[in-house]
């Protein structure tokens, strides 16, 4: 990661995506740890129950724009529970920041990303880890949830784009080549 080229002014922006309950916030601590502390902006922080996938906006005013200039950046975190944004947090402009949530390699985001990571697995078993992790208080989100992420996925899927595929596993996870990146480079398609 410390290797890419900076891909927003001097930052290097990684995205963490995949479907909700892939282990996304996991990995990136995680991945945010071995890099030594690079800050993470959760997406959750600047979506809302009613525009679960609605925060681009948001984004590229609070985040993307200070960022490029080299400069620390204020976001507003959504409080789920009292359904308001809350007081400004501050975001520094490091040499990685790490992007986790679902949309987090939208086809708005990805002209600015170093790196774009999917976490490889399958939408059934996410959503059903994510509904066991948020249990029964949860249930009526979930419901409106999986048609609202299945409908973004549909109309700008993340996947296709991914430099690595992330295989959560028992002990560490493995990282694979993804699509993107064979797309960048047709020799990687020429190794079988």
Request: some cysteine; aromatic content about 6%.
């Amino acid at each position: 990661m410390r290797a890419a080229r900076p891909s927003l002014g001097p930052v290097r922006l990684v995205a963490v995506d995949g479907h909700a309950g892939s282990g996304k916030t996991t990995f990136a601590g995680r991945l945010a740890e071995a890099l030594g502390g690079a800050p993470v902006l959760h997406l959750d922080d600047l979506a809302t129950h009613e525009e679960p996938f609605a925060w681009t906006a948001r984004l590229r005013e609070q985040v993307l724009a200070p960022l490029s200039r080299g400069e620390q950046a204020h976001y507003r975190p959504y409080d789920w529970h009292r359904r308001t944004f809350g007081p400004p947090r501050p975001l520094p402009a490091a040499p990685v920041v790490l992007l986790e949530g679902v949309g987090a390699g939208r086809r708005a985001v990805r002209p600015v990303l170093a790196r774009l990571l999917w976490m490889e697995v399958d939408a059934r078993t996410a959503h059903g880890r994510g509904q066991e992790r948020d249990g029964a208080e949860q249930a009526a989100f979930w419901r409106g949830w999986v048609p609202a992420e299945r409908r973004h996925f549909a109309s700008d899927p993340s996947r296709p784009f991914a430099d690595t595929l992330v295989r959560p596993g028992a002990r560490e996870p493995a990282l694979l080549s993804g699509p993107g990146r064979e797309a960048a480079n047709p020799r990687c398609r020429d190794r079988g």
